[in-house]
């Protein structure tokens, strides 16, 4: 949330529990066109529950991908999710920007379960509310020590951490770069991971309602692992299609489409949320992405329990890219995967 103006060029850096993804991208005019990109896995329990555990590992792992794909910017958007995010619609007394500017903490104050020394602050003008005389107002509110965690750990890395943004916001950014929606379209990004399945519900260019779930890919590995009595290891080549030994796709479906209803039913849930406090709303489809989405099956499974349609989201649709230096079917495997770190490359065009 951090403000940038300048033409300088970020890249933008997604560190997720189970890899750390950069991307960088350029404005071509036409649209955005892939410079450069990597990927690397990080050990287990380096991450948990969205709290940095080892920073060690995260930035000697930051270093070492900057190296190896030779990454020319050392600015970098980041973005963070969780409990310490709070995003929420308020309603204030019609005021201008400069003048909430002054006030959002006091406006904020009956919001936010922390005191106001703890988190940074931020807001986005929604436009007139229902209510005669005021406005609605998206608050987003991040406490300062997790800012703080991740802005360390990519600066140990020697890159600097220009723009901290909020996982769902990056979403949708990549999700309107590269689809166009009608104005009577609302639809639910999904965006599953290892451990946290992000959720945004945007319409006419906003977002009307946002939330995190901690459940995503390590689930599905977790099953394989207890019922197949297989190492963490294992249980992920599973998941991913491989045979090992006399374990293979027989064994493993069947156990994957249950997790798979259990991720519909989480879904759901949020998804009754908001239903129950926006009655008037028809979602018109929930688009997934995320390496977690990437589980066979899933998109029918989600689908026969959501009752709406489902469709994988492609992070790189719209994006032009030297078919030389990047491998199309690497492309492929890995896009899912690039939600959030798409999100943030194009951050720097549409910053205030
Ligand atoms: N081919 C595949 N089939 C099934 N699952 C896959 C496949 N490829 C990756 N995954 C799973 O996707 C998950 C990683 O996805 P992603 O990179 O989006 O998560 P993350 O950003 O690291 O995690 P989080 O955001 O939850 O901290 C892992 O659980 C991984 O096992
Ligand atoms: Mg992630």
């Known amino acids: 949330m951090a403000l940038l103006s300048g033409g300088k060029s970020v890249a933008g850096l997604d560190i997720g529990s189970s890899s750390i993804k950069i991307v960088q991208l350029k404005e071509t005019g036409k649209g955005y066109r892939l410079i450069n990109l990597g990927v690397r896995s ?24 900057v190296k190896e794909i030779k990454l020319k910017v050392k600015d970098v958007a980041v973005s963070v999710s969780g409990h310490s995010v709070i995003i929420k619609k308020i309603k204030v007394q019609e005021m201008t920007e400069d003048e909430l500017e002054k006030n959002i903490q006091f406006e904020a104050e009956q919001y936010v379960p922390f005191d106001a020394s703890e988190v940074n602050m931020d807001f986005v003008i929604l436009g007139a509310s229902k209510d005669e005389g005021k406005i609605d107002v998206l608050l987003v509110v991040v ?12 600066n140990d890395a020697g890159l600097n951490p220009v723009i901290v943004d909020v996982d769902a916001f990056a979403l949708e950014n990549m999700y309107e770069t590269n689809y166009v929606l009608t104005s009577d379209e609302v639809v639910a990004l999904v965006n599953v991971g290892a451990s946290t399945t992000n959720i945004n519900i945007i319409r006419d260019g906003i977002s009307i309602f946002t939330r995190d779930i901690s459940v995503g890919g390590n689930q599905f590995t977790e099953a394989l692992q207890k019922q197949l009595q297989v190492s963490f290891e294992d249980a992920e080549l599973l998941k991913k299609g491989e045979t090992l030994g006399e374990k293979g796709p027989e064994e493993v479906e069947p156990i994957l489409s249950v997790i798979a209803d259990n991720l519909g039913q989480e879904i759901q849930r949020s998804l009754d949320f908001f239903n129950s406090s926006n ?23 989600i689908e026969q329990r959501l009752g709406i349609k489902v469709e994988m989201i492609n992070p790189l649709e719209s994006i032009a890219y030297n078919k030389k230096k990047f491998d199309q ?22 910053d205030r």
Request: contains cysteine; negative net charge.
């Open 279 to 301: 009655p008037d709303i028809q979602l018109s489809r929930v688009s997934l992405c995320g390496g977690g989405s990437k589980v066979r099956g899933i998109v029918k499974a």
């Open 42 to 65: 990080l050990p287990q329990e380096v991450i948990v529950d969205g709290a940095i555990m080892d920073a060690g590992v995260i930035s000697d792992t930051l270093r070492e991908m």
């Open 143 to 154: 406490k300062k020590d997790v800012i703080n965690d991740i802005t360390t750990v990519v």
């Open 329 to 350: 079917e690497y492309l492929d495997d890995i896009a899912p995967m690039l939600g959030i770190g798409m999100g943030l490359a194009i951050r720097k065009a549409m």
